[in-house]
């Protein structure tokens, strides 16, 4: 197990939070065997990886907290669906850390993995994000929960913190397609189909990446590990309401764009109509007239009509009454 | 559990019905201590919460009926889901009472929750709304079944008023959806598609609301707790089997709605087709006409029909045969 | 139980048939207390309740029969979903007949109650219909299985009359759609959407009612009350699954009506299409024929071919090569 | 159970096939009592009776094979649905048999009924159709499994033939569709959208009787009936597969048909737009150049552009001018 | 079961693979009968059948192996679904592999049956593909893993070279569609329909081989076969995590193509809109001013305007006040 002892370390750079009931110590360290003395001890500890890229720490690491190897490819591939799997000494959760760069379109995904032990919980990021910072300083209050209660504890304020990401997606989502209802049913701005298509495939992976980790969740609440302490089911349960909750909102949001789409349908349906109505309306006016004009515009030798003195009064009144019937006419069809 | 007797009580104003068979009495509570002689009392007592705005009071509560802390939590947090947590000496049941200010598209949800004691029942409103004031005039009734059953039954009582209140909400739901649906098919106003839009977002609002309430009431029938007696069940199953009438109700109106839009869509193609038909049949009549006329208004010197004597006559003959055949055409075709 | 023995009776009018192996009698009841001699008798007897308008009648069976108040209750509340329940002495099943007055889009139902007792069956219904006259006629004859067999076997001759009404529902439903596909298919006749949708709903209708009935035989299947024999329970478990054939029935009545809609559509687009082919075509030839006459119609002092001798005929030419160019055109578009 | 013996017997005519290792008989039944000694005989039998016309025969064989009224009943009654029922001494299997008669639109479903007793087999036909022709030669055979295997082994064989009827139907349905598709995306024919409804409801209906069929060979699978004997397992679960197969199959055909609407619709909208752009390309051309023809045949007594000598040609550029401006406008909106 | 030995062997041509820690031998067979020494060999080996065409050696394999009739006619018939069965001394794994020759709208499956024995992996393909070529340089590395676990690891080596297979089709699909999105929302391209439905077959197909590989891997990973050791079970639950993944993201990939077309469908009545617009703005200005045209074309010999010297001026003004109206009214409109 701790065969790597006589290689040459490479410096790193970890912080480790050492803490307990009326205890709490921040270690800064740079070589993977100072760890080891923490194992042994009374307090529990909290070991950040901000990142996956030096293979040989994880070695080490691996190696000092006996960790199977099964369970270090699923921390090293950041392919993995969220999941818990229940080990001899230790718990191993992977789950997704959601956030989006620029806007709700580019939404990725970052794997971050929680090994719970007996008095340690490690916690492994892809790339060093800022999610923990508040519990860097709940750990830090010396009257708060997380000092008092077991690593089972810990490791759910770090789920929690995750859950909250989502939640926040979640409204982010929500508010944009309400925007985009409301300019939708306003008709005011010209809204675009692939941005509410966009919409649509932020919730499919809010859901892809919920969904299996309400699944752990729920394994998790019935594990019947000795690492998940009685009192702490409660607030896993909270959580794992939580990703339900999400799920819950997430269809009603996915149902809501489907109705967007209708009726964005059925607005350019409507326009339609309205653009055909304008031509036919004019073009049934004045096709007609045009028609009389034509005639009368004719070169025949013999037209009666053209030499009577008031047929060119009595051609407007027959253009008049043309136009005054097919309006009438419309009316009657409530086209305008 | 009554460590705070000794701080300094806010005046509060809180309503205590204590009640039992031949036995009535309305208390003022002004001192949240004085509930503390009716715990040991033998008759049962009713304690309303008309809002969640005094932190101190809650405290009080929690102390001196010894709430679990979760169980304080899920009720001053008001965005739970409907829910039942079965602890030791109480029952803790939160659900949604649904309401509208205006009308049916401002649905909002105010979060009630219900303690079920030993020979208590206290429940908590967001906002005092009257929802219970049918409860206290029953309560008052001698005869009446409330005085009789034990806290569960008076828990029954209460949440059968708030799915009671799902009852009406989906009467005006599906109301709603009839004067639509008439509306619609009958073609004599214009309906907007969001106006359907808003109803499907109330079905939604409302499945959202009951199908965990539904589910709650479900595990409390199941539940062996000895707050629930074996013959409040059937009641409880009552409101249960009201929960599912309510969800397929809300499911049938959800199938009507998506009918609807088909319906409108329809109507809008239809519509769209009477224009272009309005449309073609003007303009193929016509268009033929005015050429046969441009023809005879041509400048030509030598055109030998303009000399003729009857060409003028003949050439109506002209525009008569072919607005003859067009107006056969289209008959045949049963475009009119 | 008797209690009510005491009271002034009003004078009623019930049909109470006593009937057993080699036995038959009709007795005409006109005051409650003449049944309680039958509860003792050794053959089995049928009470059919007409209608639930008297409340002291139906509170005088309850004290007689000894029925549970929520039974009752149930009974009296015509707004129950189908069900079953199990009491110790007797079971209760409240169905649903349906039933339409003019034609299927007005579909009602009625309430059906029937409670199993020892040696008696009682039913209930809303209104006095006629659906249980097969049933009185063999109830006479000497031969029949309703004479052999217990209260059960009764039972479920008044079920299977109303699953019967249920098929015949469908079937008329059923013939109903065929009709409308011939319509819409042959384009024969103009069918409104709304006749659609009007099967639609009897369809949620009957699923509405059907989907509880199957649940409460299959209950009834699996009960294990001494009141269903064993021998009984091949005719139970027949109306079970014609219940589940007439929910498959009804299932793919619904996709023939979802195909229809579709149909009808395109129809819709078909036609419009047709239509405006026929504008194009007639304006396509047309309007360039008009530009041409109009040209040789302009008043230029200088116009070489109109002082040409075959200017005229040329023209014509080109108006009869510009047509054929352009049904060339169409033809080879397949426009017609 | 023998007591019909004393009447006097229709004269019949059933093939009866004795058989076993080393041994196979055809004997001619004209008579149904001497069906009688082949149950006390080693050897097992198939009697196949081609209809159900013969209302006397049918309680003869009842009465020899002792088999349930309610079996009786399932096998007379032809609109059954497919299942299995497991009695003391025999398995009653009702499945159907599907054909069609001209094409797929006629598809018909036909009742086989299977007893499977100790040592014999009974099927029974609506219509004598020839689905049993190929077992009879494979009967004859002398070293065929049929001979070795039991009564359970002849009956899978039957229940074999019939799947594999599902299988040539699902074939020609499958094909059919793919023969639409390729009509369809071609574009070369022109389809009704009730062909593909047609192939639609042959799938439906392939699917109702399916289902079932796939239900009762998986309860058959389970049934812990003397008469099933383990070895056949294996055979039946082949089936049993074969129909979960096909349901698969039912299902992608399904989607594929919804997908073949789909392109219908849209290729009937693409046609719609190449028609009005035909229309709107002519019409925006040519109707400005007809309204300025038409402004020169004005005949205002001053208009100098009419005494100009160049005019005329003048006119002419204008009418080159905007069809040439027209046409690259067109072009740019990349409509032709 | 070795009965067959004293025929005459046809020549074949196998490559079998004997392995184990520290050991590596690669045996060319020519007769079956070679195979048999290494049965009873303490290393494990590895035959895989390149094709399945050799009906006796399939047969003396059969012999040799002691494989069931069942077993080997599912071999055979590549035809089957996906499945694993569980016999005594063997596992039989048939799954399928997919491969496109040309392009992604011909996806072929190939059936490959796997037989997993105490000491030996037998591999049946239907065709020679090189999908295994990678497991055979993993056998020949000394240190590899292949080498020290048993015949079940070996096994999932192969399966797992499948699914990868799996991985990469799923890829392709995935980028297919995501240059159909990006051609569609762009409208860069013209996209057929049919390239969207090509992708949809193919997801169609994949799932339908995926679907029951993840139930088989399901039920190995439960099955309690001696031949599946408990330390194999984490990879082969890592190979079934990737059906469920692969699976998920296919119904991701359906749900993108649903939109797709909705997108596309848009598209089309946006561009319909468009032309109409077009026609209808040329249309609606122009047909009014040639009608102003038309009528001081008119021939009457009494028209004041005509002699009218700024007349023709006039009606210049008239031409440009209605395009000047009009173009203010397709404005505010917004049509362009």
Known sequence: MMDSSQEVKHPISLDLYSFGEGHFEKHHITNSEQIIPFLESEHKFWLNMPNLNNIDLLNEIKNIFDLHTMAMEDI?????????????????????????????????????????????????????????????????NPSGKIRKHGTDYFAYTLLDAIVDEYYSLLEKVTDKIEVLEDEIISEEKRVKLSEI???????????????????????????????????????????????VEIMENLEMQRESITTLVEIYMTNISLKQNEVMKTLTIIATIFIPLTFVAGVYGMNFEYMPELKWEYGYWFTWSIFLGISILMVIYFKRKRWF
Do not use: C
């Open 76 to 140: 090293i591939n950041t392919q993995e669906r969220p999941k818990v799997e229940i080990y001899d000494h230790f718990i191993l959760i992977v789950v997704k850390m959601l956030y989006s760069r620029n806007n709700l379109a580019d939404l990725e995904a970052e794997q971050v993995s929680i090994v719970i032990g007996k008095n340690y919980v490690i916690s492994f990021q892809e790339h060093a994000f800022d999610i923990f910072d508040g519990i860097r300083v709940r750990i830090e």
């Open 197 to 243: 298509y966009n919409q649509r495939k932020s919730i499919q992976l809010l859901k892809k990446v919920i969904w299996p980790t309400r699944e752990l969740l729920s394994t998790l609440k019935k594990s019947e590990s000795f690492l998940i302490k009685r009192r702490t089911l409660p607030f896993i349960n909270d959580i794992y309401e939580q990703t």
